[in-house]
């Protein structure tokens, strides 16, 4: 193998300065890829794959990183030594990178087409427009010559993500390497995005390194895989050998995550008095768009004649992809957003026609987990006063002096340590950081809580540890739970009923066993083909 | 907000400002004193407010304004004789051209400088530039400007000390003028430089093999440009109609000492007719700010 | 950056050394202030005065400014009919500078021109006060001026009035200027320059200076800088600090006189020993380097030169125990001392003016008495100058600065001291009684009725805060040979100016 | 997600005041940007006790004396226009001056920051009235509303802080409506309203601490440009008036001896200027250190970096 690999890394160690002096961040990694040939490397977030992709691509910021040692060779040349000029005319033209985030990676003030342009004319020179309307058609965008000089706003998700890929094309380059590519996509994007990395790839007889923490990416694209896990290499060799006989315990935790998802639910599925908590219907909201100068805006419908109820202590899945209307749906039941029509009935009462006394018993009752674990803690407030918040909005919830054993037993309850209260967000990672979203969630005793996408953006682990986490919960403090989600193997473990929303739409509900058996809608069907393992895979996951 | 509505509400400012001048401008002491000699008897005084009309009720001299300003007349300067309108206009030119040269270089050195700095926070770099930008924005301008010719005129003997003239003569004021924006934009650029670095579109950039002076002045710098903008127009707002040290000092016959001028001399029409003449100005910049905006992120076009 | 800035300075520097060099025969004053109009009848505004006095407009009658000695120009004699007429004869072949032949029609137009409705004509309002001139030609070059009153100075008075031609307009204030005088307005740039060139067909001895060019800088080191690189030959007025070379810097008695003025009336000022305490307790030899050293300490508002000036009066000295001493007095007989007096000054009224206050403050603190000072632009000033006073019951001394321009204590004492003086704050009927008995009177008796009403003032009612006969300072370049003299304040005479070579 | 975050959990956990504390203890400039304010502020609250007559009582014998070690300690740094020590009349004057600098920019801080909050978290017919007025200001002189105020409220010092508050205002309510319209945008807002907060309590708690950093960076370099304003409005008599003075006053009144005293304006000026730089230094620094994305660069480095 490593007679014909076009990259090669060898003993890697690489340490970041931090307040406490070096830490180690990567250290005696290697690993190598051939032409044509596929890499993938897993692990967690903070385990180091991003760190050591950041090295072959002379991008880690330095400092605080620093290159203690080690080789990266391209074809047998050195990458670290050499003069930074010669290096980074080897980037985009000779390796290439895409990112997990293309909307924050692409620039979002210059056209999408100068920005896949420059890449030719960085190294080539001349005008790259040609060859960059060649790329974007390559890459599945429709009408390419127009949506050159359009911006980054202007693409959905998996159309930036193509735009990434035509950018990190457009010189041919020998080496990919693709960084989380698709999981902040959609599932049925994601399958479609990898489908073209391969095509490519069979074009082009590029290396591609992948780097993911999703079993089932690693699944459908790995010739070879390298596990990571706290800076180190704990596992390599090719998937199937891997994954049947998993040697490193953590790949094994990883592995064993699966299945644990799926027995989520027949732990908790108990019979609960139904009583119908949550009654929405003919919801529809409509969203006035600005116009241009001296034009009028425009309607669009993102919510359309939407009708459900919830019984308390069960779990609603709403599941949909980006532009579906789900997340609306999720503000509009929280009382952020105004519907355009149609009633929302909390315990009987109508939520947009509530007294002040009601309203307050709604927000207390009602609580909201969102997608961006990142987004959704204030920065520079510590974790005491995150968790506090609900009780400090709502004074009478609880004295005052109770907040802070309040807040250490609610931390202690999402698996959280006391002494973290003075601590700010930015000291924690997502998962940690979603556990502190649920905490704070569950400070006011609440009765229902809509997760918006609430683990989407985590690694399976913590996927796993977070749905534990809310299904425990539901058991001991008997709460409801309405699910967003595109990620169907979650929903699948959570929910007792899951409507699936399409463009604004409820194209399909009912019973969750019933659904996954029998899906009757197509969009429903693809949806479900889309997501989860290989067949192969997941058979071989079970049998662990 | 479209292009029209925010033109409309410019309107109402002119006017509320306009207004507002003018009655509160009457608040500020009996023109009398000033136009007649020191020893002008009580009555000459109330003959002269009569012959100015100033003994009518300010509200009735608003609308007899109102009403000559329709037919073109914006009054004449009690001091010259002379419409206000063309005073103003004659020296107007004179700040904008001196003010123009003076934001561009202390905008092109911002940008370059700041972002030098934002390259390496607390690099040497950095230290050098915010010193001397922030020096430069805190010292009295006066003080700078008889500083800068004393040295440079009469002791060096580089430069001529103040007037109108070719480029030589523009070297001193334009510098003086430089200063503070130079200080405060750079201080600016800087913020706004190391948050846009960090930005992940930054790697990407680099991971296609963009040379680094493209990454931070092409790919970076348009992105941190809002903030930038902002204080900019500002700074051009307030230079505007607050040039007057400079003006004074080398002699530029601008249209801040000549408002200045009238405001100490009670010359009301000099007064509206200048503030008319920098208010337009500065509501349009702020238009064209607005427009900016749009231009330097196409995200904001719809929005 | 550098492809802009490098060349370019070395262009400039080469642009703006040649362009100094001018022709020999023109010379450049600069200014503190660009005239708001060059309206002969607003001549009294130094920025006007001193482009058009004697360069393009004269006056019937001159005062010589060392001997202060009236001395005929456009007129060549006069004589007083009776109490109200004046006839006076004028010089002959003379023409304005638009080629009108300057006679009594001309004087006349011009007198009728001063006497306007429209536009605040200073020279009327200041000089003439209430008294209305017809003029009468007699012939060709004879005229009478009526005055609708007595006045036994009318002669004295026409040295101020500018004789226009009657060409100028009579609407609003004139930017363009035409007289007899020996220069013509050329041209007058906005805010920039004027420009004044010698005429071809002047009536009298042609001056040395050709062209003159006339630019405004409002700070005293630039206007000093320029003349010390050459960029001017003549700085009418800079600040003391900056006349700081002998070869070129001149200080002259510039007939000002300064003053802080009491009210009198309130107390604890009306008593006079506090007044003289005051007085007692500056140091004003010490303090005379804030405003310049030349100047003279002052026991009246008039300078020698001005008829009624009184010679013996001399300054009280500095003797602060004497001064301590006067205000325990007073304070043991009741006067309230201990209120707070308040010091009224004005921005730049004179260079220093401000540290003077401060100076005072600190000084007659040391002598017991409190004080605040409270400084107004001009236009705050003057309310505190006339009257009605804004606050009538408020103790103040108040700075003042008088210029008597046309030689007689009557344009001083009357406005100043009388009880019915605009800027008064003394009520002495005794001063009231020397100043009625002056005014109509004329040679001996009216000096030594003024001269009495100073020594009163001086002496018993210890009226003002009495300080100094200021000096101005000019700058001139070893290009141009000129000297400064008292009339500089309010005029430039080009033909005194002579080239150096 | 983010890579330079290796070690989450193995942060020690201290209080953030103690850990600013120590951070700046490593960093000379800011340490001597705080010991300089630390000075200022002494000087502030003592000055009249430590200097004594010779900064008050004129001493015509030593006019605009030289900085010198001739007349004594008092006279080190020269003397003014009335031989006075300028030593001490810089320490005399950082009371006023301090007080009316940082009475202005508190106050147009606040008056600012606040309408910009209300601007930038309700658009509307509210916002636009706030926008519009702010037009409004900067366009109108600021010698006229230094007359208008003194003529309609008179002289002393609250007017004179009010009229120079007012005329900063635009500078930082722009600044803070920007930054509101951006951060109000954030899932943590949408969060805390979903939680049943009012308008109130997300502008207290969510959107006041993240805006002012900036403000702080703003106000920095504000405090030059108000003692220089107010030392030019001395002369409507709004200003400070003898025997009070700011350093501001006495730059103006060294403005004439510029040619031949030129410390009597100089000195005052740097006095200006090293107040101003360490407060922007400070400022800066607190913005980076309590920045989570940026306060890597205050950990000790121990090997120069490499690519």
């Known amino acids: 193998m490593s007679n014909a690999a076009v990259l090669n890394v060898e003993g890697l160690k690489v340490s970041f300065l931090t307040e406490t002096g070096r830490v180690t961040a990567v250290e005696e990694v290697g690993f190598s890829v051939a032409r044509g040939e596929t890499l993938v490397i897993l692990g967690e977030s903070g385990s180091g794959k991003s760190v050591s992709a950041s090295v072959v691509m002379d991008i880690l910021e330095c400092p605080p990183g620093t290159v203690d040692s080690g080789r990266v060779t391209l074809d047998g040349t050195d990458l670290l030594g050499m003069e930074p000029k010669t290096r980074r005319g080897i980037n985009g033209a000779r390796i290439a990178m895409i990112f997990q985030d293309p909307l924050s990676s692409l620039n979002p003030v210059y056209s999408i087409g100068t920005q896949i342009a420059e890449v030719v004319n960085v190294h080539q020179g001349g005008d790259g427009r040609v060859r960059a309307i060649e790329l974007l058609g390559r890459v599945g965008i429709p009408d390419p010559e127009t949506r050159f000089g359009q911006y980054p706003h202007q693409f959905s998700g998996g159309q930036r993500q193509r735009i990434m890929i035509a950018m990190a094309l457009a010189m041919k380059p020998d080496v990919l390497i693709a960084d989380e590519p698709t999981t902040a996509l959609d599932v049925t994007v994601q399958r479609q995005i990898l489908d073209l990395l391969r095509e490519l790839q069979d074009e082009t007889g590029m290396a591609i390194v992948l780097i993911t923490h999703d079993l089932a990416v690693a699944a459908r694209m790995a010739d070879r895989v390298v596990v990571m896990k706290d800076g180190r290499i704990v596992e390599s060799g090719d998937l199937p050998t891997v994954a049947s006989a998993p040697k490193h315990p953590y790949t094994r935790a990883l592995l064993g995550a699966i299945p644990r998802l799926e027995q989520a639910r027949q732990a908790a599925l108990s019979g609960v008095e139904a009583k119908v908590l949550l009654r929405v219907e003919g919801l529809s909201k409509d969203y006035d768009l600005p116009g241009a100068p001296f034009r009028a805006g425009r309607t669009v419908a993102a919510l359309r004649d939407i009708s459900f109820s919830l019984d308390a202590g069960t779990t609603l899945g709403v599941v949909g992809e980006s532009g579906s209307g789900k997340s609306t749906l999720a503000r509009v039941l929280m009382g952020l957003d105004q519907p355009s029509g149609g009633t929302v009935q909390y315990d009987g009462i109508e939520l947009f026609d509530m007294s002040p006394r009601d309203r307050r018993r709604f927000h207390r009752e009602v609580q909201m987990v969102f997608q961006d674990p990142f987004g959704s803690l204030n920065p520079r407030m510590t974790i005491e006063d995150i968790l506090c918040e609900p009780l400090a909005i709502q004074k009478d919830i609880l004295p005052r002096r109770a907040w802070r054993d309040r807040a250490a037993e609610l931390l202690e309850l999402v698996g959280l340590q006391t002494g973290h209260l003075a601590r700010r967000p930015g000291q924690f990672s997502g998962g940690q950081r979603q556990r502190i979203a649920v905490a704070r969630a569950l400070a006011s005793q609440p009765r229902l809580i809509i997760c918006d996408e609430a683990v989407s953006a985590l690694d399976v682990q913590i996927q796993a540890q977070i749905i534990e986490l809310l299904a425990g919960l539901r058991q001991s403090l008997g709460l409801s739970y309405i699910f967003i989600t595109h990620d169907l193997p979650v929903v699948r473990s959570l929910a007792d009923q899951i409507i699936v929303m399409n463009q604004g739409r409820i194209v399909e509900a009912g019973e969750t066993g019933g659904l996954f058996a029998s899906p009757a809608h197509p969009y429903t069907r693809e949806l479900l083909a889309a997501s989860g393992l290989p067949d192969w895979m997941a058979e071989v996951v079970r049998q662990l | ?303 | 950056m550098r492809t802009v800035f490098g060349p370019g300075i070395l262009a400039g520097i080469l642009l703006a050394t040649s362009a100094i060099v001018a022709s020999a025969q023109s010379i450049t004053v600069v200014l503190p202030e660009e005239p708001p109009s060059l309206e002969p009848c607003e001549s009294k505004h130094s920025s006007v005065g001193r482009v058009i006095i004697r360069n393009v407009t004269q006056s019937l009658t001159v005062i010589e400014p060392t001997s202060g000695a009236l001395e005929p120009l456009l007129a060549t004699s006069w004589e007083q009919l009776d109490e109200l007429t004046w006839r006076f004869k004028l010089r002959e072949g003379v023409t304005f500078s638009d080629g009108a032949d300057f006679d009594a029609a001309a004087v006349a137009t011009a007198i009728e021109r001063l006497q306007r409705e429209d536009i605040v004509c200073n020279t009327k309002q200041q000089t003439l006060g209430g008294v209305e001139l017809t003029a009468t030609p007699v012939d060709a070059l004879t005229l009478d001026i009526t005055t609708s009153e007595p006045v036994p100075i009318l002669p004295t008075m026409m040295s101020v009035v500018q004789v226009s031609a009657p060409s100028m307009p009579i609407e609003g204030a004139s930017r363009q200027p035409v007289g007899t005088g020996p220069y013509t307005l050329t041209s007058w740039k906005a805010g920039e320059s004027i420009s004044l060139a010698l005429r071809g067909d002047y009536w009298g001895d042609k001056p040395e200076v050709s062209d003159a060019t006339f630019v405004w800088r409002s700070e005293s080191a630039v206007r000093a800088a320029m003349v010390e690189k050459g960029e001017a030959d003549i700085a009418l007025v800079i600040a003391g600090v900056d006349a700081d070379d002998p070869q070129m810097d001149f200080a002259y008695p510039n007939g000002e006189t300064t003053r802080m003025r009491i009210s009198t009336k309130v107390p604890p000022l009306d008593d006079v020993r506090v007044r003289r305490a005051m007085n007692l307790a500056l140091d004003l030899e010490a303090m005379k380097p804030i405003i310049g050293s030349e100047a003279q300490l002052a026991s009246q508002l008039v300078g020698p030169a001005v008829n009624g000036f009184d010679a013996d009066l001399k300054p009280f000295g500095y003797d602060p125990e004497e001064a301590a001493a006067l205000v325990k007095a007073a304070q043991a007989d009741g006067m309230p001392v201990d209120q707070t007096i308040t010091i009224i000054g004005r921005e730049g009224i004179y260079p220093g003016s401000t540290e003077i206050l401060e100076a005072m403050q600190a000084l007659w603190s040391e002598i017991g008495l409190t004080t605040e000072i409270r400084t107004f632009d001009t236009g705050n000033w003057l309310r505190y100058q006339n009257r009605p006073f804004p606050e009538p019951d408020m103790p103040n001394v108040h700075t003042d600065q008088h210029d008597n321009l046309l030689g007689d204590a009557t344009f001083t004492l009357f406005n100043k001291y009388h009880s019915d003086g605009v800027n008064s704050t003394l009520h002495d009927a005794e001063v009231d009684a020397l100043i009625e008995k002056g005014e109509p009177a004329t040679g001996a008796a009216r000096t030594e009725a003024f001269q009495a009403a100073f020594a009163r003032i001086h002496d018993d009612l210890v009226a003002d805060v009495f300080m100094y006969h200021m000096v101005g300072y000019t700058r001139v370049s070893p290009r141009v040979i000129w000297k400064p003299s008292v009339s500089t304040n309010s005029e430039l005479d080009l033909s005194q100016v002579r080239m150096a070579d | 997600m983010s890579q330079t975050d290796p070690a989450p959990l193995a942060r020690p956990d201290r209080a953030a005041p103690f850990r600013l504390g120590r951070m700046l203890l490593r960093d000379p400039a800011p340490l001597l940007a705080t010991c300089v304010l630390l000075v200022i502020v002494f000087s502030a609250i003592f000055g009249a006790e430590l200097v004594g007559e010779t900064a008050t009582k004129p001493n015509f014998a030593l006019r605009n004396a030289a900085p010198q070690f001739e007349h004594g300690f008092a006279y080190l740094l020269g003397a003014d226009n009335l031989g006075r020590s300028v030593m001490g009349r810089l320490v005399l004057g950082a009371r006023t001056t301090i007080a009316i600098a940082a009475g202005a920019v508190v106050l147009s801080l606040s008056i600012g920051g606040a309408l910009g909050l209300v601007a930038g978290s309700r658009p509307g017919l509210l916002s636009d009235v706030i926008m519009r007025l702010t037009d409004i200001i900067m366009a109108f002189p600021s010698l006229l509303i230094a007359l208008i105020v003194l003529y309609l409220l008179g002289p002393g010092i609250g007017n004179l802080v009010l009229v120079l508050a007012v005329t900063r205002i635009p500078v930082y309510l722009r600044t803070v409506r920007a930054e509101v319209m951006e951060i109000r945008r954030r899932p943590f807002v949408a969060a805390a309203r979903s939680m049943g907060a009012g308008q109130g309590w997300i502008m207290r708690k969510h959107l006041v601490p993240l805006v002012l950093p900036t403000l702080f960076t703003i106000a920095a370099v504000d405090f030059a440009a108000v003692i220089i304003a107010e030392s030019g409005l001395s002369f409507l008599g709004l200003g400070v008036q003898p025997p009070d003075f700011t350093w501001g006053s006495m730059v103006a009144s060294g403005r004439g001896y510029i040619s031949s005293a030129w410390w009597l304006a100089a000195l005052p000026g740097v006095m200006i200027l090293a107040t101003t730089l360490s407060l922007a230094v400070l400022a800066n620094w607190v913005r980076l250190a309590t920045d989570p994305a940026q306060s890597w660069r205050f950990f000790r480095a121990s090997k120069g970096s490499s690519t």
């Open chain 2, 1 to 303: 907000m479209n292009l029209f509505r925010r033109t409309l509400l410019t309107l109402f400012s002119l006017v509320g400002l306009f207004a507002l001048v003018f009655f509160l401008s009457r608040v500020t002491g009996d023109p009398s004193y000033l136009f007649l000699p020191v020893d002008a008897s009580a009555e000459a005084r109330a003959a002269f407010s009569r012959a100015q009309g100033f003994d009518q009720p300010v509200s009735i001299q608003f609308f007899s304004y109102l009403k000559s300003i329709l037919n073109g007349d914006f009054g004449t300067s009690l001091r010259q004789q002379r419409p206000a309108m063309d005073i103003a206009l004659e020296a107007f030119p004179v700040t904008l051209r001196l003010i123009a040269v003076s934001l561009s270089i202390a905008f092109a050195g911002a940008l370059l400088f700041g972002c030098l700095a934002a390259i390496r926070p607390r690099g040497i770099a950095d230290r050098l530039i915010s010193l001397v930008s922030l020096a430069g924005a805190s010292a009295p301008d006066f003080w700078v400007a008889i500083m800068l010719v004393l040295v440079f005129s009469v002791k060096l003997d580089l430069l001529p000390t103040s007037g109108l003239g070719g480029p030589a003569y523009w070297v001193l004021p334009v510098f003086v003028l430089v200063l503070r924006p130079f200080g405060l934009l750079g201080q600016v650029v800087r913020g706004a430089m190391i948050q846009t670095l960090s930005a992940p579109f930054i790697k990407t950039a680099r991971a296609k093999g963009v040379a680094e002076q493209r990454v931070v002045f092409v790919h970076a710098l348009r992105n941190a440009m809002l903030p930038v903008v902002t204080v900019a127009g500002d700074l051009t707002a307030s230079l505007l109609n607050g040039a007057v040290i400079v003006e004074t000092v080398f002699g530029w016959p601008g249209i801040g000492g000549v408002m200045i001028n009238a405001i100490l001399q009670r010359d009301f029409a000099v007064i509206q007719a200048t503030i008319l003449v920098t208010a337009v100005a500065i509501l349009a910049l702020n238009i064209v700010i607005d427009l900016a905006y749009g231009w330097l992120d196409p995200r904001l076009r719809t929005a």
